[in-house]
Nanobody, 113 residues
């Protein structure tokens, strides 16, 4: 089965920045679309950003202008650059293509207030 391993989460102050990384167990160029999700305690998982090989990129309204999703095919890594972090960004972040992979461990982001 295909798996994704997330890293880069940390505790940061509001207004801070983090870059999350995601390494899939297969080459990125074989995955049609990659996604970043997040889930806060007691809340449903939500889609944050999408990056497809056909050039399609999409962001949730809550992160537009602050988050950027991009790929580094040479390093086989998907990234989520998160700027101007807010307390409501606190969550466990996951990367996945649910059509081909199980959910990985995620990486926790805590934005203190």
């Amino acid at each position: 089965q295909v798996q994704f391993v997330e890293s880069g989460g940390d505790l940061v102050q509001p207004g801070g920045a983090l870059r999350l990384s995601c390494k899939p167990s297969i080459p990125l160029n074989r995955i049609v679309a990659m996604h970043w999700y997040r889930q806060a305690p007691g809340k449903q998982r939500e889609l944050v950003a999408t990056h497809a090989v056909n050039g399609y990129i999409n962001y949730a309204d809550s992160v537009k202008g602050r988050f950027t999703i991009f790929r580094d095919n040479a390093n086989n890594t998907l990234y989520l650059q998160m700027n101007d972090l807010k307390p409501e960004d606190t969550a466990v972040y996951y990367c996945n293509d649910p059509g081909i992979a199980i959910w990985g461990p995620g990486t926790r982001v805590v934005v203190s207030s």
